[in-house]
Nanobody, 127 residues
Framework: QVPLVESGGDLVQPGQSLNLSCESD????????VAWFRQAPGREREGISC????????YLADSAKGRFFMSGDTTKNTLYLQINNLRPEDTAVYYC????????????????????WGPGTQVTVSS
């Protein structure tokens, strides 16, 4: 079983920022594509961003550009998602996942492209 554990979710006010973390193992971050997804109540799981350190590729969904920033630290085996200027519509459970593909692109950010998932961390944006 691939270890993927998210943390950092919280109840915040609109306009605030959060930095989510996803702890994994050395193999995952160094040799696989990894991604952040989110799922709001009653909605489908939505891909946010993908990072592949081994191939140097990355992809950020159009809906995430400008406020979401993804990074990875292989020394800590941790993936990060910085979210700025949070909005109520950002309320969702945020998941990290490990991909079947080694690279990232617009065509490989579907839930079916990822085979291992963390349990998720809840982000709630409300005044």
């Amino acid at each position: 079983q691939v270890p993927l554990v998210e943390s950092g979710g919280d109840l915040v006010q609109p306009g605030q920022s959060l930095n989510l973390s996803c702890e994994s193992d050395p193999d995952t971050l160094s040799h696989h594509s990894v991604a952040w997804f989110r799922q709001a109540p009653g909605r489908e799981r939505e891909g946010i961003s993908c990072l592949s350190i081994s191939t140097g590729s990355s992809y950020l969904a159009d809906s995430a550009k400008g406020r979401f920033f993804m990074s990875g630290d292989t020394t800590k085996n941790t993936l990060y998602l910085q979210i700025n200027n949070l909005r109520p519509e950002d309320t969702a459970v945020y998941y990290c996942a490990r991909g079947f593909h080694r690279w990232c692109s617009s065509s490989t950010l579907q839930p079916s492209d990822f085979g291992a998932w963390g349990p998720g961390t809840q982000v709630t944006v409300s005044s």
